[in-house]
């Protein structure tokens, strides 16, 4: 039997590819030019272009979509947090003239009551340029939350807790 990220998800890829349908939408009023996928030349010294979940070059943006979650057991999915990591070097290999935005879906570990982007933005702020724009999607409730953080100090978003 395979194994998936999601219990009863089809593939990991389907689990994915619906979450960025999902971030798509929230979107598509503000960003109406919008494309998924979108493909942006970046890097250093030597450009190569780059698969963005979504995208548009007339509002200048990208956007990165990851649905992961805290495992079964409420461990720190570190394996997954290397993809965001990822994320972040990509974002910052593009041109600074684009708005970057980061979608996570809004997943909260129940002993701490943290959510697994304030984890990460806790704990990973030396890897996040600084004109990244974190963003939450509830699922449950179908909202979007921009989530408030200042890379210098404490995590100070609506989401999760503030704490060193």
Not at 4 to 9: D, E, G, I, P
Not at 88 to 94: R, T
Request: aromatic share 10%; net charge positive.
């Amino acid at each position: 039997m395979a194994q998936h990220q999601r219990k009863n998800a089809s593939s990991n890829t389907k689990v994915g590819s619906d979450f960025e349908c999902l971030t798509l939408k929230h979107f598509i009023e503000s960003l109406p030019t919008l494309q998924r996928p979108f493909w942006l030349p970046i890097g250093h010294i030597v450009q190569k272009e780059h698969k963005f979940d979504l995208g548009c070059v007339k509002e200048k943006v990208i956007i990165e979509c990851k649905s992961h979650t805290w495992t079964e057991g409420g461990n720190v999915p570190s394996a997954k947090l290397t993809t965001w990591d990822q994320a972040m070097l990509y974002f910052f290999l593009a041109p600074r003239s684009y708005r970057k935005i980061f979608v996570v879906k809004k997943n909260v570990k129940p002993k701490t009551n943290e959510t697994l982007a304030a984890y990460y933005l806790r704990t990973h702020r030396h890897v996040i340029p600084d004109e990244v724009e974190f963003w939450e999607i509830d699922e449950k409730k179908n909202s979007i939350e921009q989530l408030v953080f200042d890379l210098t100090q404490k995590f100070t978003g609506k989401s999760g807790v503030n704490q060193e």
